[in-house]
């Protein structure tokens, strides 16, 4: 055991709580900065959250808006989209300031096995978000904006012209849930260093997996096909990732590898063999 770990170990609970505050404290500070750096750059970065529907409604033509029907809405809105720059900006920060906490309490051989996790979270994080961004919300929005209609005789247009707040809430909302699913191999190896999961026991559960990888998409994102597969379909795959990353935590470790099931014929069989072969 460490040096370092043997005094943690000797710290009392006043001073881990002490260390806990400066840690919370210096998270705090870090988004606090953040927030007013993205403030700064907050038209900037809306441009860049809303270009993916700007595109589409530009090959559509015609000229097109978004709107905002109280006075405060646009502020608030501002201050929305800094908010959540510094909160996904600051995901590694926070990270690190949660390891920082943890690792004087472990040993050096763990601290060397979770590492690659601490650099493996962000990385997986921000892959999510760009998924969402890049693939999803392109197809998403030319399915949604298929519904509109042109005017027919004596009616009128149906035509889309979205409010800021609600486009920014879900575009944020499906970002931060694509970037949290891209963490279930994280999880789900952290699990099995600790012995709460095995890779058989998530094959055996493999089917209710993926039905709340569904309910979960359904619950997560708009109600629409296109955006709910998006979410489902790679978070089933990761966990498929997370059954071969598990096996391989425990192999390192020295488990022996998980028995294949027997049918049952091959088993009456066995057992009538041994009723021949046993002494009258």
């Known amino acids: 055991m460490s040096d370092e770990a043997v005094d943690a170990a ?7 709580l002490i260390e806990l505050r400066r840690r919370l404290m210096y998270c705090l ?11 700064g750059f907050a038209d900037e970065i809306y441009a860049f959250l809303v270009q993916p529907l700007a595109d589409i409604l530009q090959d559509l033509g015609g000229e ?11 502020f608030f809105t501002q201050i929305k989209v800094a908010a959540w720059t510094a909160f996904f900006v600051g995901f590694p920060l926070i990270a690190m300031q949660v390891w920082l ?3 004087p309490g472990l040993y050096r051989n ?8 601490l650099v493996a979270t962000p990385v997986l994080f921000f892959l999510g978000g760009a998924m969402v961004y890049y693939f999803i919300f392109p197809l998403a929005w030319k399915f949604f ?4 209609t042109v005017a027919g005789a004596g009616g009128l247009p149906i035509q889309l012209e979205a409010k800021v707040d609600q486009y920014l809430s879900l575009v944020m909302r499906l970002i931060f849930a694509f970037g949290v699913c891209f963490e279930l191999p994280v999880v789900m190896t952290l699990l099995a260093r600790v012995g709460m999961v095995t890779s058989a026991g998530m094959k055996d559960k493999r089917k209710y997996a993926i039905v709340a990888a569904f309910v979960a ?8 096909v296109i955006s709910q597969i998006g979410l489902a379909v790679p978070t089933i795959l990761l966990y498929e990732i997370s059954i071969y990353a598990v096996r391989i935590v425990e192999k390192r470790r020295g488990d022996p590898e998980p028995e294949e099931d027997v049918d049952d014929g091959d088993d009456e069989e066995e057992s009538g063999r041994a009723d021949d072969t046993a002494p009258a």
């Open 64 to 74: 097109r808006r978004m709107i905002y029907t109280a006075l405060h809405e646009a």
């Open 101 to 103: 906490f943890v690792a």
């Open 29 to 39: 500070l870090g988004l606090l900065v953040l927030f007013f750096i993205s403030y």
């Open 145 to 148: 904006l298929s519904f509109e």
């Open 217 to 224: 998409a359904a619950i997560l994102t708009p109600p629409d």
């Open 10 to 16: 000797k710290m009392p609970l006043l001073d881990h």
């Open 110 to 117: 763990e601290k060397a096995a979770l590492l690659p996790f």
